[in-house]
């Protein structure tokens, strides 16, 4: 019996140039026990990943603003402080980056994401004057969010839902938005390109980045094998 999964997208599910790895459409549409997707990104993103993997839309996006399971939607935050924030930031002088593309934003109910080349002591400085807000680094992007809500407290949402204990999942990430899933998560692993903060928070580090470290957790599993390293 495979345990159910919390999985990070960014850095974890995909290749190194932010593709998503085609061995997650071998792995888990079978998957055989809840997948929740845990994800930094605006809600549409893991909702169409899990719908083109074939499996129910469980989702944790916005690092943990929006949590949608088993067809109910909750907005855990809301955008007031964050656009304040990154306005600030503006008048400031600082630009959030993304080269025009304007879909990384579009859709987010709870937070603002900056690109990473945006000025990160800049935008510290201006979030540390609004309480109850945090920047949060992924290494894709710069979150300005809620102290409220994290992928974590997402997750014993959504195990909650689902009839499930949040310990019984077993969780994989990348990066400082993946801690607190870490913490509430029975197993925890850690690929082999994660940050710091990501690395020492897991139970297991893997010797593998990637998919490739990925896989071999979700193989291991599969198979009913303990994970290699
Ligand atoms: O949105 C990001 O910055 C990273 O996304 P992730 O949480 O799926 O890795
Ligand atoms: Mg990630």
Do not use: C, Q
């Not at 002088?93 to 000025?119: M, P, Y």
């Not at 945090?134 to 809620?146: I, L, N, P, R």
């Amino acid at each position: 019996m495979v345990p159910p999964l919390a999985l990070d997208i960014d850095g974890t599910l995909t290749t190194a140039d932010g593709r998503i790895d085609s061995r997650a459409f071998e792995l888990l549409p079978g998957w055989d026990a809840p997948v929740v997707i845990a994800t930094g990104k605006a809600f549409p993103y893991p909702v169409a990943l899990a719908t083109f993997l074939g499996l129910s839309p469980d989702v944790i996006a916005e690092n943990g603003g929006v949590v949608h399971v088993d067809d109910e939607t909750t907005l855990l935050a809301d955008l007031d402080r964050p656009r304040a924030v990154v306005e600030a930031f503006e008048e400031r002088g600082g630009e959030i980056g993304w080269g025009g593309d304007t879909t990384v934003n579009r859709w987010r109910e709870t937070e603002v994401a900056l690109s990473t080349d945006a000025d990160e002591g800049l935008l510290r400085r201006v979030a540390a004057e609004v309480p109850g807000i945090e920047v949060v680094d992924t290494g894709y992007a710069f979150h300005v969010k809620s102290t409220d809500v994290n992928k974590g407290e997402g997750l014993v949402r959504a195990a909650d839902r689902l009839g499930l204990d949040p310990e019984s999942f077993v969780a994989i990430g990348d990066s400082e938005n993946d801690v607190s899933t870490f913490a509430v998560a029975g197993d925890s692993y850690a690929v082999a390109n994660a940050d710091e903060a990501a690395t020492a928070a897991a139970d297991v580090v893997l010797d593998e980045g990637f998919m490739d470290g990925t896989a071999s957790v979700l193989e291991a599993l599969r198979d009913g094998r303990g994970p290699s390293r």
